[in-house]
């Protein structure tokens, strides 16, 4: 596609329930990340791909967090009994060139859990 | 690690004003530095970028960034803001040498005042 494309755009949740969140990267990208964005906090890492592989799971917050991606595209993130503190805006973003650093996000998906 | 800070959190400015926003970095090697910009409702996008060469680089709509290696500075500047520049402004760094994390700072959010 033209751009990175995220669903849902929003997801209401109860505590406790699962929720997948899905990311489709610009055609052709090979690296994909996933940024997690609370108020006042800034961008915080998550996890990036090289492909298929996750060479740094380094920030995910705890094992209830997960992500895979498959045929070198489209990636989805996993959380598992949802804590109301996991509430954010999960943004994805790809890039074309590895080892530059030069990321092109999508609009987000934007996680309420109550 | 690497890590990347932002002194302003918030700025409020005149149309016309000049605006310089701080960011220091953290990281021992070589750095490709970044400005990222949110504008309201819509999502990250790149505003400009360093890799090397001449350390004073220029990206759209007239914003500007100089690359101090000695501070670990990468300040954005424009010499003359307008209402349309309201948004939150994100520097971050992509540190070489195999760490492959884009690393962001908590952001400043600009509201210019018509």
């Known amino acids: 596609g033209a751009g990175v494309s995220q669903s849902p755009s929003n997801k209401v949740t109860e505590k406790g329930k699962d929720v997948e969140l899905r990311c489709d990267p610009i055609s052709g990208h090979t690296a994909l990340y996933w940024y997690r964005q609370s108020l006042g906090q800034g961008l915080e890492f998550l996890i990036y791909?090289?492909?298929?592989?996750?060479?740094?799971k380094s920030g995910l917050p705890s094992d209830r967090f997960s992500a895979e991606r498959t045929g070198g595209s489209v990636s989805t993130l996993t959380i598992q009994r949802t804590q109301q503190e996991d509430s954010a805006v999960y943004l994805c973003?790809?890039?074309?060139?590895?080892?530059?650093?030069?990321?092109?996000f999508g609009e987000g998906s934007r996680l309420t859990v109550l | 690690a690497q890590s990347v800070s932002q002194h302003n959190h918030h700025v409020i400015l005149s149309e016309a004003a000049s605006l310089e926003l701080g960011c220091n970095y953290s990281y021992g090697g070589t750095v490709n530095l970044f400005w990222y910009v949110q504008y309201p409702g819509q999502h990250l996008q790149l505003l400009l970028k360093?890799?090397?060469?001449?350390?004073l680089v220029k990206g759209i709509k007239g914003f500007e960034a100089e690359f101090i290696k000695s501070k670990f500075s990468f300040n954005l500047r424009k010499p003359s803001v307008q209402w349309s520049d309201t948004a939150e402004y994100f520097c971050?760094?992509?540190?070489?040498?195999?760490?492959?994390?884009?690393?962001f700072g908590t952001g400043t959010k600009l509201q210019v005042i018509p």
């Open positions: 791909f090289q492909g298929n592989s996750a060479p740094d």
């Open positions: 360093y890799f090397s060469g001449d350390p």
């Open positions: 973003a790809s890039s074309l060139v590895l080892f530059t650093g030069e990321l092109f």
């Open positions: 971050a760094v992509f540190g070489s040498g195999g760490y492959q994390k884009v690393t």
